[in-house]
C-alpha cells in the first residue's frame, strides 16, 4: 500500500512546483489563512484522480497483486499524508512571507479539506465522467467563496441554536468537530470500498 502511495507523488513531482506557485499566489493575494491551508491541502490528492481517470489507471491497478480495499485504503491514507505535506509547506509560506496564522486556522482549513474530500471522494468511485474533477473542483471554490457568508445568513436566522453551541467550550467545540469529521471521513471509505469492490473494469 505505501508504493500506491509513493506512486502518486513520483507522478506528481513535476507539478510539485507549481503546487508551490499556487500556495504562494494565495498568498501574495492575501488570502485568509483558512482558505490558504484548504487549497494547499486539495492539490495532490485531487490531481491524482484527475490523472487516473484520464490514464484509465484502474484498469492497470486492478492487474497488480493489491486488492481493491489497499487501492482505496490508499487513496484515503494517502490523502492524509498529503494533508500533512500541505501543511507543513504552506506554514513555511506563510512564516518566510510572514504571514500571520493560527492552529485554529490549520484545524479549521483542514476540517474543511476532509469533510470536502469525504463527500467527493465516492463520486469519483460511483461515476466515470471526463470533467468530474473539473466540477469538484469548481464547486469546491464556489463553497469557500460562499460558503462562510451562508453560514453566517444561518446563524443569524437561527440564533438560538447557534448560542448553544457557542455557550460551549472551545476545546469541547473542537473534540465534536473532530468527531464528525473523522466519521465522516470513515462513512465516506466505507461507500468508497463498496462502490469499488463491485466495479467492473
Not at 69 to 88: D, P
Request: hydrophobic fraction near 55%; charged fraction near 10%.
Amino acid at each position: 500500500m505505501l508504493n500506491l502511495i509513493k506512486r502518486d507523488l513520483i507522478l506528481q513531482k513535476k507539478q510539485l512546483l507549481v503546487y508551490l506557485g499556487c500556495i504562494i499566489f494565495f498568498i501574495v493575494m492575501n488570502k485568509h489563512p483558512i482558505l490558504i491551508f484548504t487549497v494547499a491541502s486539495i492539490f495532490i490528492p485531487f490531481n491524482t484522480r484527475s490523472y487516473d481517470e484520464k490514464a484509465e489507471t484502474n484498469v492497470l491497478l486492478n492487474s497488480l497483486p493489491y486488492t481493491r480495499k489497499e487501492i482505496v485504503s490508499s487513496r484515503y491514507i494517502g490523502t492524509i499524508f498529503y494533508m500533512l505535506l500541505a501543511i507543513a509547506v504552506t506554514s513555511a509560506m506563510l512564516i518566510i512571507f510572514q504571514k500571520s496564522f493560527t492552529v485554529e486556522h490549520i484545524i479549521m482549513g483542514n476540517a474543511l479539506f476532509l469533510l470536502f474530500a469525504a463527500i467527493s471522494f465516492p463520486l469519483f468511485y460511483q461515476f466515470k465522467q471526463n470533467h468530474m474533477s473539473l466540477i469538484v473542483l469548481v464547486s469546491f471554490l464556489i463553497l469557500t467563496a460562499f460558503g462562510p457568508g451562508a453560514v453566517q445568513s444561518l446563524a443569524t436566522k437561527f440564533s438560538t441554536v447557534t448560542d448553544a453551541i457557542f455557550s460551549l467550550s472551545i476545546p469541547t467545540l473542537y473534540a465534536i468537530a473532530t468527531v464528525i469529521i473523522l466519521c465522516a471521513y470513515l462513512v465516506s471509505w466505507g461507500v468508497s470500498l463498496f462502490i469499488y469492490q463491485r466495479k467492473a473494469f
